[in-house]
């Protein structure tokens, strides 16, 4: 098993700014000992043949061509405005 004291967890937390208590640093060293032994055992894993992803599900551009259509017609678009001006929609100033 992968050992890491209490002195490594207090450096850390000292790193990150963390206070942590006596029992927090013994919980902590074993559950950080632990997630260290357990990641160190995917490099038992055979990946013989397994290319390298970049992301784990297939990325595909599923966007479609940019085609103008006319959704409305400009002038039922325009009579339902507030107030227009030379065929465009008139509105107040914000700045």
Avoid: C, W
Avoid at 7 to 20: M, N, P, S, T
Avoid at 46 to 64: C, E, S, Y
């Amino acid at each position: 098993m992968t050992t890491f004291s209490k002195e490594d967890v207090k450096y850390f937390a000292d790193f990150v700014r963390i206070g942590l208590s006596e029992e927090d640093k013994e919980n902590f060293s074993a559950k950080i000992a632990d997630l260290i032994e357990s990641v160190s055992d995917l490099k038992e894993v055979d990946i013989t043949g397994v290319k390298p992803m970049t992301h784990p599900v297939a990325m595909i551009n599923v966007l479609r061509e940019d085609e103008p259509k006319d959704i409305l017609d400009r002038e039922v678009m325009l009579a339902s405005a507030e107030d227009q001006e030379d065929g465009l929609i008139k509105v107040p100033d914000i700045l």
